[in-house]
């Protein structure tokens, strides 16, 4: 059976009764501020293009070093997550499979900020429900890739939903920052940075 999210608005907040009042208060005070991400692990060219999404594996797991290490700790190789070689190429083999290798060892991030990331956006960007393990693998992959055909998905787009005032990329010290020139050049109004 599958657990459903329970995501408690006071998750992040200190247990103490007192305390987590001032916290309210104080998170009460910045909710609705623009948000400056100085390290927001996107890719510029998903900026530069603003097409969408193709799926939930693109748009989550080969991107995120911080879920395919994890995974990759615990003995699952590289190539089973799609994660793209080092030259650069992407790799073999099916998205929908590499996402039910995620969900089937999702339970591996239990306790970890990355986990409490993903059931938040799962919960709150995606609509879902249940956690995520190997039982509702497809059916979350397929809804999650329902909607990043939507234009509301799309990078621009969840750049503005977001509120984001600023976010900088995560870019090779090689890198020639050919994305980044298109965006200045593009005439839209976000502010996409390298790191």
């Known amino acids: 059976m599958t657990a459903p999210l329970r995501l408690h608005p006071d998750r992040l907040f200190p247990p103490e009764p007192s305390v987590r009042g001032i916290a309210r208060r104080l998170y009460a005070l910045v909710a609705d ?47 089973d997550l799609g994660v793209p070689r080092a030259d650069g190429r992407k790799a073999d083999g099916d998205p929908r499979a590499f996402w039910r290798r995620f969900a089937a060892n999702y339970h ?16 709150t960007l995606f609509g879902l429900t249940e956690r995520l393990d190997a039982g509702n693998a497809d059916a979350q992959y397929d809804h999650i890739s329902e909607l990043l055909t939507r234009d509301e998905f799309r990078p621009r787009a969840l750049y503005e939903r977001f509120n984001l005032e600023v976010i900088s990329t995560t870019d090779p010290a090689i890198d020639e920052l050919e994305w980044h020139r298109m965006l200045r050049d593009s005439g839209w109004k976000g502010r996409v940075i390298p790191a």
Do not use: C, K
């Open 33 to 79: 501020l623009p948000i400056v991400s100085p390290h927001g692990h996107t890719d510029p060219r998903w900026f530069a293009d603003d097409e969408p999404f193709s799926n939930a594996t693109e748009l989550l797991l080969t991107p995120d070093h911080y879920l395919f290490r994890m995974l990759f700790s615990q003995g699952i190789a590289l190539s």
């Open 108 to 123: 591996l991030f239990r306790g970890t900020p990355t986990r409490l990331w993903l059931d938040h956006t799962f919960e």
